[in-house]
Every structure is written in C-alpha cells, then in structure tokens.
C-alpha cells in the first residue's frame, strides 16, 4: 500500500491495520522489516534510517523495547536490554576507536556495576565498579594502567571521565 506521503507498506493485514510480516519505507530512507501487532511494530524487526544507524532486535508497542543490538552511524554499537529506545539492564557498548564497556545502564547511560576498556595504546587500561550517570563513581572501584600497576579512580576526573553533574562523589560508595 502506498501512502500520500509517500511511505510504503507491504505485507499483512489484519482489521485495517499493519499486522504479521511486513516491510515499511519511507522516501528519506527509514526502513522496518519485521514484525506488526494492529498497526505497531512489535516483536523481531530490522529498522534503517537515512543517516546509516540499524537497530536489529525486538519491538513492543511501536518502541524499540527488548533485547537488540543499535548501530549508529559513527560505527559506536550497542548490544543489550532497551527500554522504550533506551539503554536499560545490562549491555555492553563498543566505541570506533576500541573502548568497550560491558556493565548496567540506566535510562540510557552507564549506571551501575561495569567494566570499562580503553582502546590499545592508551595509559589507563580498564576502571572495574560502579557508575552513575554515565560516569565512574565511587573509591571502590578498581582501576589499571596499561602496564598493569594500580591507579586511584579519582585519576579518571582528570581524562574528563567523572562527571561532575553525577550525584556520585569519590570516597563515598554509597549514593
């Protein structure tokens, strides 16, 4: 079926709405291949936007909602939990230029237990303990330099890696 704006759909059908298997386009270039309940994607699904990001996962209620894995555009993907579009549970994010994080994000930042790599050749090799807000939090995490001797967490504020706005401050666990 062919939209007046343009946007295509082929596929199921069911009470006048998108339903089963079908395929949606827009003109800018999104796509969804996948999954429809009554006119929403819903279950397993593809979905491509112009810019070159894909989501490959499931969908629930018109949401990427479940376990998936996005790749943005920049080559940055993220493989986990998503809720309402959203990092959410455990996951793991692997950045272009090596860095890897494997732990918890909540609404969409790292939060909570996880383990930070940065790319080889750096000096600080990996932060293992907690974040908040997307930032290390906490004296009780454990952090290595590349050469394998120990380094304060604190030393992260200075690669610009604490954040300031988090309502973590170092020496307290507990937030």
């Known amino acids: 079926m062919r939209y007046p704006s343009g946007d295509e759909y082929d596929g199921g059908w069911m009470d006048s709405h998108q339903y089963g298997e079908g395929t949606y386009t827009r003109p800018d270039g999104y796509s969804y ?9 819903e279950g397993q699904g593809v979905a491509q ?3 070159g990001s894909k989501y490959t996962g499931e969908f629930l209620n018109g ?8 790749q943005v555009a920049d080559g940055t993907i993220y493989t986990g939990s998503i809720h309402k579009e959203k990092a959410e549970g455990l ?11 494997k732990g918890s994000f909540r609404n969409g930042l790292r ?4 383990v930070y790599t940065w790319p080889t050749g750096s000096n ?12 290390p939090c906490g004296s009780d995490g454990v952090c290595t330099r590349s050469d394998g001797s120990l380094c304060l967490p604190n ?3 200075t690669l610009g890696l604490h954040n300031t706005d988090s309502p973590c401050e170092w020496g307290r666990t507990a937030v």
Do not use: C, Q
Not at 63 to 70: A, D, L, P, R, S
Not at 91 to 101: H, M, S, T
Not at 111 to 114: I, L, P, Q, S, T
Not at 124 to 135: L, P, Q, T
């Open 63 to 70: 949401f990427i909602h479940g376990e998936g894995t996005w």
């Open 111 to 114: 939060d909570g237990y996880g």
């Open 33 to 41: 291949i996948g999954n429809w309940n009554m006119g929403k994607r």
């Open 49 to 51: 936007w112009p810019s």
């Open 124 to 135: 600080i090799a990996k932060y293992i303990g907690e974040w908040r807000e997307g930032a």
């Open 155 to 157: 030393v992260l504020s």
């Open 91 to 101: 996951g793991e994010l692997r950045w272009v230029n090596g860095g890897i994080y």
